[in-house]
């Protein structure tokens, strides 16, 4: 079984319409893929369907903005029941924090001589209830001013740039209660990805773990080098975490990883669904029967 649980459709920051995330899954031999955009479930129901039709598997996700001591921290809720009240409504917190600060990174944007106008953000946004950074982003190569996501991310946008403006983001406690209380399984996006190893140590993942208020914690990701994945692994054993994979696709030729390019083993993939059905979460199976 190959199985690929962390990708975004242009539902959030993705390119691909959540239809063709699933045919580009099936197309890269994938048996199970989860479609986790960020705070945002919106779009779900399109994926399953597309999933039924194409013989793969889709894990209903979510892909959570959450914070600890002002460092951002992404957290995968995956069989979430998406009308559970108090989810919804953090969620949708979240999406209020996306709107209110794209403003401001507007006009930091034009004091620097790279104007946007209103249109072009919002084609680049399309029918994403989620804007974040990689819209901004596109519609900066759009109008010239860098040549892709990564310029714009490394000269511009990224948490230590001068175009950044923060936003809200759930306390990760509360993402990781609010996931497991909507019948979800919680586990930490690339927790030592992107110079985070600092900001997750291992005594807060054991604390964690220890209160039981996590599930698992992502390894195979692009944005841990072999070292990290090793200690990541052996961290997981060791606190009785589930050890994900993911490709955390976002279409081709925006951020570089191909569909399966990590992958979660059959075993992990069990667990996560015995846990969502213990919990009443919403899973997903073949058929329609099991929508
Ligand atoms: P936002 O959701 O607005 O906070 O933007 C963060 C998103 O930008 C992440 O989920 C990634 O999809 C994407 N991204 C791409 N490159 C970077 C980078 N260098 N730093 C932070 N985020 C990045
Ligand atoms: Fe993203
Ligand atoms: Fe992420
Ligand atoms: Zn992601």
């Known amino acids: 079984m190959r199985i690929d649980l962390h990708t975004h459709s242009s539902v959030s920051d993705g390119t691909d319409s959540p239809s ?4 580009a899954a099936a197309a890269a031999g994938l048996d199970v893929v989860a479609l ?11 994926a399953v369907a597309a999933g039924a039709a194409a013989g793969v598997r889709v894990l209903r996700g979510v892909e959570m903005s959450a914070q600890h001591q002002w460092d951002s921290v992404h957290v995968l809720g995956y069989g979430c029941r998406v009308d559970d009240p108090a989810l919804a409504a953090e969620l949708a917190r979240v999406r209020e924090g996306r709107n209110g600060r794209v403003p401001a990174m ?18 680049q946004v399309g029918v994403s209830p989620s804007v974040g950074r990689p819209h901004i982003a596109d519609a900066m190569v759009e109008l010239g001013y860098v040549v892709d996501r990564r310029e714009a991310f490394d000269t511009w946008l990224a948490d230590d ?23 979800g399984v919680a586990v930490i996006a690339h927790p030592w990805g992107r110079g985070q190893r600092e900001q997750l140590p291992p005594r807060l993942l054991t604390e964690l773990a220890d209160a039981g208020r ?12 072999e ?9 997981a ?13 976002h279409g081709l030729g925006k951020i570089d990883h191909g569909l399966g390019c990590n ?29």
């Open 214 to 225: 996590l599930d698992g914690i992502e390894v195979d990701h692009q944005d841990h080098d």
């Open 263 to 291: 992958t979660t083993s059959g075993e992990v993939f069990a667990e996560i669904e015995t846990r969502v059905t213990r919990r009443g979460g919403r899973l997903t199976g073949q058929g329609a029967a099991s929508v």
């Open 20 to 23: 063709e995330l699933v045919a």
């Open 237 to 249: 054993e060791r606190l009785g975490l589930l050890a994900t994979g993911s490709s955390d696709y």
């Open 36 to 46: 986790c955009d960020h705070d945002t479930f919106d779009g779900l129901d399109e």
């Open 106 to 123: 507007l006009a930091n944007l034009a004091r620097y001589g790279m104007p946007i106008p209103a249109e072009v953000l919002d084609r």
């Open 161 to 183: 740039r001068p175009i950044f403006v923060g936003r809200y983001a759930a306390p990760l406690g509360r993402a990781l209660d609010l996931i497991r209380g909507a019948g």
């Open 227 to 235: 070292a990290t994945r090793v200690d990541l692994r052996a961290l």
